[in-house]
């Protein structure tokens, strides 16, 4: 053995790398991945929504550290056999449950080419970043805001909710918050009673604590109650607390209420006050032509946060926030890093970069599923898709209505109905009917409380879900109450 140090490394350099060895071997199998999961979409109705998972499927996930390969036709194996029968169910029609959007074969495409591409969407000057400004162009154009308005895509409603209080936070207290932190500052902000839980958890994340959330009243169709709001504004004030933000909800997680944006729009303008919108679900309304009258005021908001992944049909995960203020947008994130080389050319150039409008440097090409996906549908179709949800609720809030054994707990404001079954100790009654659905695989309706109340919840989120699909968890409620009623005789 010769010992230069060149022949030294060299040997200690494995003469592999992960590419395969065969390629005519990966391409026949992964031509056999994708064939079956066209095959899972097209065929999802011959499936149960969802089963439970049997405890020798979890004991496949409690296996040793794989120290050696496993040809890659027996890791594929436990996928077909242990994971895709064990999902959500958000796929299939029957799926009712939260906001689940049901995904499209083109988004599935897209996510395979991302995968393929896997570049880095932190920044630099490569056309990942040039479709991701597109979609942001694209959403100003949609939400009204202005063409420079600033955005970022992130995972979901969750982190874009929080980068919504931290842009308003920002604007409160100007730059020294970034230094100093919120020393002291009591910053109030307000939300109807229905907003959804991740607007006091921003709150606490960003430091300024859940207890400064003042959770306002709603009205009966539970928007929020803007005279209420107005008085808390002014009584905060008086106590010398910091009111800074209004978080509008653009459809609520419980029951689609949409809170009279343009109201609060008003008030925020008299107050200066920054107004965000939790627009998750039901920002993408707006590609409803019944809809978009009803979310007017959505563009004289700061601030919105809006996911892709429900009514938009884009897989998971695929959120975006945008700002009105783009220099308040990247004032609240960016922060110089000598080892990311910025210039004016070559590679690093190109900016401002994602990175400057949020919290991850490493991010991967979400931008591309979205941007296939509105390509692909166009906005009109997709918004024909939206529109049909809604009609399929109120079809179904009608067959509630009819049926003597239920009861309509709420209107429904867009594509959500909740209900419940009469009977004794109404709430055991209803989450016992709702548990026994899922489990049957059937419909998988979910549940929240209303004024006190249990109802089972079914929003229509997924394109796939018709008729048929709201008859047979309709049946299946009436057959499992009845025997549950039956049974407890
Ligand atoms: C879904 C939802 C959220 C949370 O969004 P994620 O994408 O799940 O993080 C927030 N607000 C509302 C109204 C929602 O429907």
Sequence with gaps: MSNTPREAALRAMPGETLDPQDWDEIRAQGHRMLDDMIDYIATIRERPVWRPIPDVVRAQFRQDLPREPTHLDEVYRTFTDFIAPYTTGNVHPGFMGWVHGGGTVVGMLAELLAGGLNCNLGGRDQAGIEVERQIVRWAA???GFPPEASGVL??????????????????????????RGVAGARLVAYA??????????????AGL??????LVAVDDRYRIDVSALAALIRRDRAEGAHPFLVVGTAGSVDTGAIDDLDALAELCRAERLSFHVDGAF?????LAPDLKPRLQGLERADSLALDFHKWGQVQYDAGLVLVRDEALHRATFAAPAAYLGRGARGLAA?????????LELSRGFRALKVWMTLRAYG?????????RTCALARLLEAQVRRTPEL????????NIVCFRHRGPDPDRLNAEIVADLQESGIAVPSTTRLGGALAIRAAIVNHRTSERDLDAMLEAVLARGRARLEGNR
């Design 350 to 358: 190109n900016s401002p970069w994602p990175v400057d409008y949020g």
């Design 282 to 286: 039901g920002a993408l309304g707006v």
């Design 141 to 143: 154009e949609l939400f």
């Design 192 to 205: 109807s009673a229905a907003a959804h839980g991740c607007i006091p958890r921003a709150m606490d994340v």
């Design 209 to 214: 604590g859940r207890d400064n959330l003042r």
């Design 379 to 387: 906005t009109e179709r997709l918004g024909r898709s939206i529109a």
């Design 154 to 179: 992130v995972t979901g409603s969750s982190a874009a909710n929080l980068y919504g209080v931290l842009v308003a936070r920002r604007r409160a207290l100007g730059e020294g918050v970034r230094e």
């Design 407 to 414: 009861e309509l707990l709420a209107p429904a404001e867009l």
